[in-house]
DNA sequence: CCTCCACCGGAACTTACGGAGT
DNA sequence: ACTCCGTAAGTTCCGGTGGAGG
């Protein structure tokens, strides 16, 4: 057994491309952080006072995916905290993995040691735990909400306004709030009161553009892949399509780290452009294979029932798609769920990228929804619905 | 200018489940 | 043993609604 690990140990360490993997991994907090200086420098004017044990404005962070925020807000965080360890404490808290109140105020309670049963117990106790325990730690928490917009859409703002308003329940500790979001209009949804005390000040992260991103690979790639195995053509390319994605900076470590495994794979000693396109794709089909796979059943035969529809239509509309869902589900003997759950099932879908949905108007023909899906996610969803007996069937038959 | 289609989408409720507290 | 709780998936009910066609 051992042997097996082993083995995969040693070819990791004489791999001829890596020369350290991890600083290409997606939450890799690099030791600097190029084209983000304004920011750096605004967030620790913000949060220095930490050091002096005096609570922070709370903090208001937007910016499109892959723009640096999250590695910004842990790298401002961690360099005060080697200076001044006692003086706070900081819990990061990613909403869209913890995305009920329940959950969050689970999570933070857990940083301090306490386990806290998963289900069972009421959410207006988990408050009255998070007091105490907050209270004993006798220091400043400064609580980082990831995509914090994900909670709010879901379960409302209530958790904010309660978290903003511990700090009136105590006397020594004290709660400063960073909250990042994507979705520059979520502010909207917030109340007047979370979002004035949310937003005591606020920090907007612009995409990078293709020669950042250029410069940020590069400095990347120097730590992370041996001399000589890639050229400053590859490192462009994966800057060009990552920059046509909006600048995710994300988009593009992945890229380059994936054409370097399908490199390392084919046993070559240097990454080529093709690498990069293959990349592009592997990308595509895993993030597919992963959202799919935690799809519900009949959210499945949904897009199966979209994708079939589109081989026949130029363009599907809601009761098409419910038709022919409608007749798969009774083709494999199951009852069909209804158009109401569909019509949600088809914004989930859309949310989750794997079709594009869009209200119309059709005048005397109706309001309704739109679908429509790319080649490259039908082609994905192909390969990954054939694992699947029943979803097979459907799908050839 | 009005109608009316084919849905949209909010809200409240249900069911089934795993677990806590007492 | 019994009651209470959160989560996930789904249902029922129902008040909208943009614009083509009359």
Not at 41 to 56: D, F, M, Q, S
Not at 161 to 176: A, M, V
Not at 282 to 291: H, L
């Amino acid at each position: 057994m051992s042997d097996i690990i082993d083995g995969i140990i040693e070819r990791a360490e004489n791999s001829r491309i890596f020369r350290n993997k991890e600083v290409l991994r997606p939450d890799y907090v690099p030791g600097e952080l190029p084209h983000r200086e304004e920011q750096i420098r605004r967030l620790g004017t913000i949060l220095v006072t930490l050091l002096r044990k005096e609570r922070p404005s709370n903090v208001f962070i937007y910016g499109l995916t892959g723009t640096g925020k999250t590695a910004v807000s842990k790298f401002v965080l961690n360099s005060l905290h080697k200076r001044g360890s006692n003086s706070f404490k900081y819990v990061y808290i990613n909403t869209r993995q913890s995305d009920t109140p329940y959950r969050i105020l689970a999570d933070i309670i857990e940083t301090s040691g306490l386990t806290v049963p998963f289900t069972g117990i009421s959410t207006a106790e988990l408050y009255r735990r998070l007091v105490k325990v907050v209270r004993q730690e006798n220091r400043i928490i400064v609580l980082v909400l990831d995509e914090i917009d994900t909670v709010v859409k879901k379960h409302g703002d209530e958790v904010l306004y309660r978290l903003t308003r511990i700090n009136e329940e105590l006397s020594t500790s004290k709660f400063t709030i960073i909250g990042i979001t994507n979705d520059i209009n979520f502010v909207d949804l917030l109340d007047p009161r979370v979002k004035s005390s949310l937003g005591e000040e606020e920090l907007v992260f612009p995409p990078y553009n293709a020669s950042e991103l250029e410069d940020i690979l590069s400095r990347r790639v120097r730590e992370a892949l041996k001399e000589g195995t890639y050229s400053q053509n590859v490192i462009s390319l994966c800057a060009a399509l990552a920059a046509r994605e909006h600048g995710d900076a994300r988009r593009a470590l992945d890229l380059i780290r994936v054409s370097a495994e399908i490199a390392e794979r084919g046993g070559k000693n240097q990454i080529a452009e093709d690498d990069v396109y293959l990349a592009r794709n592997e990308i595509e089909r895993d993030r597919v294979t992963e959202v799919l796979e935690s799809l519900p059943f009949h959210s499945k035969l949904v897009l199966i029932a979209i994708i079939k529809g589109l081989e026949q239509r130029k363009q599907l509309i809601t009761g098409e798609v419910y038709d022919i869902y409608r007749r798969y589900a009774k083709r494999l003997g199951l009852e069909s769920i209804s158009q109401r759950r569909v019509s949600d099932i088809i914004n989930e879908l859309d949310m989750v990228g794997l079709i594009n949905a869009k209200v119309i108007n059709r005048g005397r023909y109706g309001k309704t929804k739109e679908v429509t899906i790319t080649k490259e996610i039908r082609d994905a969803v192909a390969k990954v619905v054939i694992n699947d007996e029943k979803l097979a069937s459907v799908w050839s038959g």
